[in-house]
């Protein structure tokens, strides 16, 4: 197997991992708030808000020694230009769910579900080519 196709397939494996760190947190803490008598307008946009932050650590740190491979410590340079542009990435995905739900009246599982698909090929050449090039 050549070593791009291999890369991709620990992509996905990785993005998948992500994906479920994400939704599990967005989920479980969605529930909670709204049992908490948070309005559904909010609780949905404060659970992405918690749910992306642990996600995108989860994923720095997959991405970095699982899909990429790379081992030589850059410091914490690496993380913030990591982080920086999955915030930007991660505030697109923020209004295509506020899309999705506000204006489409799609789920708030579905409205994240279809987020978090751009979301994902996005941040694969994102990260393949500006962070662990």
Same mark, same amino acid.
């Given at each position: 197997?050549?070593?791009?196709?291999?890369?991709?397939?620990?992509?996905?494996?990785?993005?998948?991992?992500?994906?479920?760190?994400?939704?599990?947190?967005?989920?479980?803490?969605?529930?909670?708030?709204?049992?908490?008598? *948070? !309005?559904? #307008?909010?609780?949905?946009?404060? &659970?992405?808000?918690?749910? +992306? $932050? @642990?996600? =995108?650590? /989860?994923?720095?740190?997959?991405?970095?020694?699982?899909?990429?491979?790379?081992?030589?410590?850059?410091?914490?340079?690496?993380? *913030? !230009?990591? #982080?920086?542009?999955?915030?930007? &990435?991660?505030?697109?995905? +923020? $209004? @295509?769910? =506020?899309? /999705?739900?506000?204006?489409?009246?799609?789920?708030?599982?579905?409205?994240?579900?279809?987020?978090?698909?751009?979301?994902?090929?996005?941040?694969? #050449?994102?990260?393949?080519?500006?962070?662990?090039?």
């Amino acid at each position: 197997m050549n070593k791009q196709l291999l890369e991709s397939i620990r992509y996905l494996v990785m993005g998948v991992l992500t994906t479920l760190v994400n939704y599990v947190i967005y989920h479980a803490l969605d529930l909670l708030l709204q049992k908490q008598s *948070i !309005s559904p #307008f909010f609780s949905y946009k404060i &659970s992405y808000g918690v749910a +992306f $932050f @642990l996600a =995108v650590v /989860f994923a720095y740190y997959g991405n970095k020694f699982f899909v990429f491979q790379k081992t030589e410590k850059k410091g914490i340079q690496e993380f *913030i !230009s990591f #982080f920086s542009l999955r915030v930007f &990435s991660g505030i697109a995905s +923020f $209004f @295509l769910l =506020v899309f /999705f739900v506000d204006i489409l009246h799609f789920s708030h599982g579905l409205g994240w579900l279809g987020s978090s698909v751009i979301n994902l090929v996005g941040n694969y #050449f994102a990260s393949k080519f500006l962070i662990f090039k």
